[in-house]
């Protein structure tokens, strides 16, 4: 139990090989197996026993850049998690979906069948699409402006809301007697209207166990922060210092309070990816090990992707080209830029050193330390408001996770920091979230409430 008296949240964020970009060439990675649903099965039952409240996967309707080095493939979350939940009980599974390259109808009826199969396990990580590429995928010459990607982000929650509320929940009531399998009355037209769409609805199926998935997003931006405090019930954020953390924490909490929430509904998890070693030094060698298996190509391809300046003429041992960056120029990613510029600023590294910073986890933090160190670090940012839990990143996979879940997770629990046993059967009884009401069932009278 933290000082607040909270339990943290754990969630295990899976990419194919591990996080580190040369995850793929560590000798205990499992290459071969990440087109095999039975690997991905494995990865979440282990952080199941671990009593994890969900595994997360990202995920761009386009491919990466830097493909010949890394595997950076993307298996379409949604058909994978739906694979998950048929090898486990309770764990949660959370995954991306685009509001700038989807439609809300469909992505409506994907998610709405995932917490129906799963019992009420589904969260949706709710993103405008970073990779700028992926324009050319869906017809269009160009990425839509950052701002204008969330005002489409913005309706489109609103729309798919509705149509996940257009079901009362005691709408079916499958009456063999009567003949009368659901009643009409409780299922609702959206009729919406908008700018960016215009849905009729209703959804054709029930509404799910949770009444909607437990929606979580990962911008940081001015227009991400915003969007965050009118929707979001979890939020993935990527911070290298407690301070920064801190107050990306209380800013998010403010706002959501401004909103008229309760900031306890809105939970804050930074990402930390811990190399663990017995020893410090272990766990040094562990991160140094990975970092020589670097290919520039791949580290610089990630790095002009994220300041929009293509570096690959300056020297590597030579210092960062910080004249070269217009600080001001429009950025698919804003605030991971930012995050990249508060490194230079604070440790006014080679461009190689840069590279390696973020070889690890794209910006995310990267920890390096023994079991009780990465322990002392996770209890410190979640009982100084930075954090109500972390998105775990293994370097590795998956061996990464394992020496987490074996060495980290029982620290935490001697400490009171982490549960021992699930108390409740979907995500949001992980979270502590409330299940919402249908917006579009009569509101509880005195008698009836
Ligand atoms: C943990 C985490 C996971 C993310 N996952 C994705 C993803 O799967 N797909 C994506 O396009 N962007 C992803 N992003 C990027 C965000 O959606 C967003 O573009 C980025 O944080 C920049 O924030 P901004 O939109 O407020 O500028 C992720 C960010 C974080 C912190």
Not at 287 to 301: E, R, W
Not at 309 to 315: E, N, R, T
Not at 330 to 342: A, C, K, M, P, T
Not at 366 to 381: E, K, L, N, R, S
Request: with cysteine; charged share 25%.
């Amino acid at each position: 139990m933290t000082s607040s008296g909270k339990q943290l949240h754990l969630n295990l964020f899976i990419y194919p090989d591990g996080h580190h970009e040369a995850a793929w060439r560590h000798p205990d990675s499992e290459t071969d197996r990440i087109l095999d649903i039975s690997y991905y099965q494995e990865l979440a039952q282990r952080a199941e026993a671990a009593k994890f409240d969900a595994v997360f996967f990202a995920d761009g309707p386009s491919l990466a850049e830097n493909i010949q080095y890394a595997a950076r493939f993307r298996l379409e979350p949604i058909t994978v998690m739906t694979a998950i939940v048929a090898a486990t009980e309770r764990i949660g599974v959370i995954g991306t979906a685009s509001t700038t390259y989807t439609e809300p109808y469909n992505l409506a009826r994907q998610l709405s069948a995932l917490d129906h199969l799963s019992k009420g396990r589904a969260g949706w990580n709710i993103v405008t699409t970073g990779a700028a590429n992926a324009a050319l995928n869906f017809g269009l010459d160009a990425h839509p402006l950052h701002r204008d990607r969330y005002e489409r982000a913005e309706e489109y929650v609103d729309v798919i809301t509705k149509l996940w509320d257009s079901w009362e929940d005691d709408a079916v009531v499958a009456d063999r007697e009567s003949g009368i399998f659901a009643d009409p009355g409780k299922i609702h037209r959206v009729d919406h209207v908008g700018k960016h769409f215009r849905v009729a609805g209703p959804l054709n199926a029930p509404r799910s166990p949770q009444g909607r998935p437990v929606y979580v997003q990962a911008g940081s931006s001015e227009d991400g922060r915003a969007f965050a405090a009118r929707w979001a019930e979890a939020i993935f954020t990527a911070h290298q210092t407690l301070g920064s953390a801190q107050e990306f924490y209380a800013d998010i909490k403010h706002r959501a309070q401004a909103q008229g929430r309760d900031p306890r509904g809105l939970k804050v998890l930074p990402g930390i990816s811990p190399f663990i070693g017995s020893t410090a030094k272990e766990a040094e060698d562990l991160h140094q090990q990975l970092n020589d298996l670097t290919q520039p190509g791949y580290s610089l391809a990630q790095l002009n992707r994220l300041t929009g300046v293509d570096l690959s003429a300056y020297d590597l041992d030579g210092p960062f080209p910080r004249e070269v960056i217009d600080a001001d120029e429009e950025r698919s990613e804003g605030s991971r830029f930012q995050l990249v510029l508060d490194i230079v600023e604070r440790e006014d590294p080679t461009l190689r050193q840069l590279c390696h910073r973020l070889a690890g986890a794209r910006g995310h933090r990267v920890f390096t330390g023994t079991p009780d160190q990465v322990a002392d670090t996770i209890q410190d940012w979640a009982e100084h408001g930075a954090a109500d839990g972390f998105n775990v990143m293994p370097p590795w996979l998956p061996g990464g996770i394992e020496v987490f879940i074996d060495e980290v997770v029982p620290i935490l629990r001697r400490r009171g920091l982490f549960r021992t046993e699930y108390t409740g059967r979907t995500l949001r009884d992980h979270l502590g979230l409330a299940r919402p009401a249908s917006q579009y069932a009569p509101r509880p009278t005195k008698e009836t409430a």
